[in-house]
């Protein structure tokens, strides 16, 4: 599981959050391991069954007025309590005043307390997007990712059987690169893989014979995107005789990945098959498959159409045959 520490959290000076520190630096290293986070009322008032310490913790105007309407004893019995299951980290929102209790406790259990200049909600809609950023499950993957059409389609298979140059073709043709060689995926809600290049290899594209180019420089900005979903992943093969091959397409296979499935092809690669021809078709397909139309099966149920047809008239005929 990915983590985040409050110190990394306030160093982020490009994100727009525009925080600062109000109390001491002992909890800085304490670490945010959701992406989502909690405004604790309720918590405030004393029920504390649902809180989640991993999470951010947001207080607002409600919160803190609510806090300093309680009369002394309750509101340090309350606070006390709150501060005690040691959050990962406490933002009040809208630049507003810290009442001392709660200074008070978050200094005693080492709880980073933060404030923003933000309202409550445009600052909720910015520290989720960017946690949800920073702490989504990732992996790397060898292959290449191309944007064919609007598909997004990972290219995977053995060192040397031609992805990089049957991209280079996708590319030649009109489609954008997303990665090549190494390809940083992220998993989104709900069940969604989206790829991006790694920062060094960015743009760049390893050709045997040719070396490293740069497919920015050479074709243009329109040639690349910075990430893409993945919507397909197709392994390319080396063609063996004897090998037996999908002809028709009716059962799906699926690559997992992040605890995510997206479909997968299988391609043989050999002399004479246009390998890029074959991927523009399948993201075609697999736009058609999205649509809710599968070719396969509407052939097949064509297929088992005609075949109880035939039956029919072959047992009309019999029994006919039969009766005189």
Same mark, same amino acid.
């Given at each position: 599981m990915k983590k985040l520490s409050v110190r990394c959290l306030l160093a982020e000076k490009e994100t727009g959050l525009d925080l600062e520190i109000m109390s001491d630096t002992a909890g800085l290293e304490k670490t945010i391991e959701s992406h989502r986070i909690q405004k604790p009322g309720l918590a405030l008032a004393g029920h504390l069954r649902f809180l989640h310490p991993s999470r951010l913790q947001i207080l607002g105007s409600t919160e803190l007025s609510y806090l300093e309407s309680l009369s002394a004893d309750v509101a340090k019995r309350n606070v006390e309590q709150f501060c005690a299951?040691?959050?990962?980290?406490?933002i009040v929102t809208k630049g507003q005043e810290i009442p001392q209790i709660l200074l008070d406790k978050t200094r005693k259990y080492s709880i980073p307390l933060l404030r923003t200049q933000?309202?409550?909600?445009?600052?909720?809609?910015?520290?989720?997007?960017?946690?949800?950023?920073r702490l989504l499950p990732e992996t790397s993957v060898h292959g290449v990712l191309v944007d064919v059409f609007g598909v997004g389609v990972?290219?995977?298979?053995k060192s040397g059987v031609g992805k990089s140059e049957c991209a280079l073709d996708l590319v030649l043709r009109g489609h954008?690169?997303?990665?090549?060689?190494?390809v940083k995926v992220r998993a989104k809600l709900p069940e969604v893989l989206f790829g991006e290049g790694s920062d060094l290899l960015h743009?760049?594209?390893e050709i045997r014979g040719l070396g490293?180019?740069?497919?920015?420089? %050479?074709?243009?900005?329109? $040639?690349?995107?910075?990430?893409?979903?993945?919507?397909?992943? @197709?392994?390319?093969?080396?063609?063996?005789?004897g090998e037996l091959?999908?002809?028709?397409?009716?059962?799906?296979?699926?690559?997992?990945?992040?605890?995510?499935?997206i479909p997968l092809l299988k391609v043989p690669v050999c002399p004479g098959r246009n390998i890029s021809s074959i991927i523009e078709v399948a993201a075609r397909n697999q736009l058609l498959k999205e649509m809710g139309y599968n070719s396969a099966r509407e052939f097949q149920?064509? %297929?088992?159409?005609?075949? $109880?047809?035939?039956?029919?008239?072959?047992?009309?005929?019999? @029994?006919?045959?039969?009766?005189?």
């Open positions: 299951l040691g959050f990962s980290c406490m933000l309202q409550s909600s445009t600052f909720i809609s910015l520290i989720s997007r960017f946690l949800e950023e990972l290219l995977m298979g954008r690169l997303v990665a090549d060689d190494v743009y760049h594209m490293i180019i740069n497919i920015k420089h %050479l074709f243009g900005i329109s $040639a690349i995107r910075e990430r893409k979903k993945i919507n397909v992943a @197709i392994e390319l093969t080396e063609w063996k005789d091959y999908d002809r028709l397409g009716i059962d799906d296979q699926f690559f997992e990945l992040l605890n995510v499935k149920d064509r %297929l088992e159409e005609r075949m $109880a047809e035939v039956a029919q008239q072959h047992s009309h005929h019999i @029994i006919g045959d039969n009766l005189e």
